[in-house]
């Protein structure tokens, strides 16, 4: 593709981006992404290029050095009924809801124009594409404790489409739209022949917050704090009421303002329609940064007050790596736009595995000690001695120390239970046992006297028969 033809491609997104960013389209729950403007414009131009598949995920040899896997996948010994002692190896379902990071928009893409497409195989949160070592998304860091896993979206793949699956995520949604989509899925689940929603264990992952503050400066008064947590309650909801047996994974929005920093000639053109209320007046910025930090505080302290802990089968659990997280730097303190696709606001593969990464981190940690800032070097193991997602509840210190001294308990019977198998058998309880050192032995001694009384007098009375036939016979 020649400059003056690239300039043309550019003028043509840039003008279809502003053409719908001023209508009231922007504000419903479609966008520019999915009612087909944009599309239809770029249709008449032969220059672009779109990848014809989804592709795996760039190497990544510091997240798994010896190429395998070395967590302990040792499961539970049977299904549990509470979603507070779940692990990894316990979920059978995925899902996810969000926006264009979920639908993984240009994750894959190498070009503008192909930041339309919706690479859902390598979404961070329930892609399937290839596996660990090429693609490491949540999707498959959990088939390495259960190859079944069932849900998962692969390849390239629109909202309604077959290999979306359980990703229902739409690109361009705010909160808002939140409980259409919670809605969607749950119609999906139900209506698969190929879940138990009664019995398997399900995990939905959600994300959602970041075009709400890119359009806050629009409809200040749509997009408060108070708004954006009570729309995602409606979808937490519907969830709680139609979903057993299911974790929820609800991620903090990260900080939208750092988009300012990734300033290509074309993405700076891009955000100022994407997201344009970052790269306003100072005041502007500061309001954006305000309202941020309450989206963060005011959903994390809805999720951790308790409210969705009603339930021994449903939790939410709030993950919060990306509160304090950065942009990712080159050693010279450059952005790495690595992570991004070329619009410079979508995650690349390499930011979808790297927020994969950092989600299960986060799950595998209890409330209150999460990490803050995504850590994407390694992927962490569950601890050996407490294999299970953390949740509010078991988060808990008294929690911890009941279930340690519970286990501690069971293996010492354990140990014990050989010695005693054989008196087991014959069904004698335990408290009988204690009770022969008391009355029942009693009992025991006066029958052996008693028998051993007879038998004396047994003795003597035949002695005398005896003795009597005798002198009888004498006389």
């Not at 959600?206 to 629009?218: A, E, Y």
């Not at 309202?291 to 005011?298: I, M, R």
């Not at 070329?342 to 593969?349: I, K, N, Y």
């Not at 007879?454 to 004498?474: D, G, L, T, W």
Request: proline letters at 6%; charged letters at 20%.
């Amino acid at each position: 593709m020649d400059t003056s033809k690239g300039f043309i491609v550019f003028l043509a997104i840039v003008v279809v981006f502003i053409s719908t960013s001023t209508s009231e389209s922007v504000d419903d729950d479609s966008s520019y992404w999915t009612d087909g403007t944009l599309e239809k414009a770029l249709a008449n131009i032969s220059i672009h290029e779109v990848p014809p598949k989804s592709e795996p995920a760039r190497a990544w040899g510091n997240v798994l050095p010896s190429g395998e896997f070395t967590c302990s996948t040792a499961g539970s010994k049977e299904i549990p009924t509470s979603v507070h002692q779940l692990q990894p190896g316990d979920i059978k379902v995925i899902g996810a809801i969000g926006d264009s990071i979920t639908a993984a928009n240009g994750a894959l893409s190498e070009t503008v124009p192909a930041v339309l497409l919706q690479y859902r195989g390598v979404s961070w949160s329930i892609g399937g594409d290839e596996s660990l070592p090429e693609n490491p998304t949540l999707t498959n860091i959990l088939r390495q404790y259960n190859p079944d896993l069932y849900g998962y979206s692969v390849g390239i793949a629109r909202t309604k489409s077959r290999r979306a699956h359980f990703n229902v995520a739409v690109p361009g949604a705010k909160a808002i739209g939140l409980e259409g989509q919670a809605q969607n899925l749950v119609a999906k689940i139900k209506e698969d022949p190929e879940v138990d929603i009664e019995s398997d264990w399900k995990i939905v992952t959600i994300f959602i917050g970041g075009n709400d503050l890119c359009q806050s400066c629009k409809k200040p008064e749509e997009r408060t704090a108070e708004n954006y947590v009570a729309n995602i309650e409606k979808a937490l909801k519907v969830l709680h009421d139609e979903l057993p047996r299911t974790f929820v994974n609800l991620v903090g929005i990260l900080n939208i303002a750092s988009i300012r920093e990734l300033r290509t000639p074309v993405c700076f053109a891009l955000h100022l329609v994407e997201c344009p209320c970052p790269l306003g007046s100072q005041l502007r910025l500061e309001k954006v940064v305000h309202l941020n930090k309450q989206y963060q505080a005011f959903l994390q302290s809805t999720i951790e007050s308790g409210k969705y802990d009603n339930k021994e089968d449903f939790t939410v659990v709030y993950q919060p790596m990306f509160h304090n997280s950065d942009v990712p730097r080159l050693e010279t303190g450059a952005p790495d736009l690595s992570f991004f696709a070329p619009d410079c606001f979508h995650f690349s593969a390499i930011g979808h595995a790297a927020g994969a990464i950092a989600l299960w981190n986060n799950m595998i940690q209890p409330v209150g000690s999460k990490d803050t800032v995504w850590d994407y070097k390694s992927i962490r193991c569950p601890k050996l001695d407490f294999p299970y997602f953390y949740t509010n509840i078991n988060s808990a210190p008294d929690y911890q120390t009941r279930y340690f001294n519970e286990k501690q308990s069971l293996e010492r019977n354990f140990k014990k239970e050989p010695m005693l198998q054989d008196e087991h058998i014959f069904a004698l309880p335990s408290e009988d046992h204690d009770s022969l050192s008391g009355g029942a032995v009693a009992s025991i001694t006066i029958g052996v006297l008693v028998v051993i009384c007879c038998a004396v007098i047994v003795a003597v009375v035949i002695r005398q028969k005896r003795f009597f036939r005798n002198e009888y016979i004498k006389v």
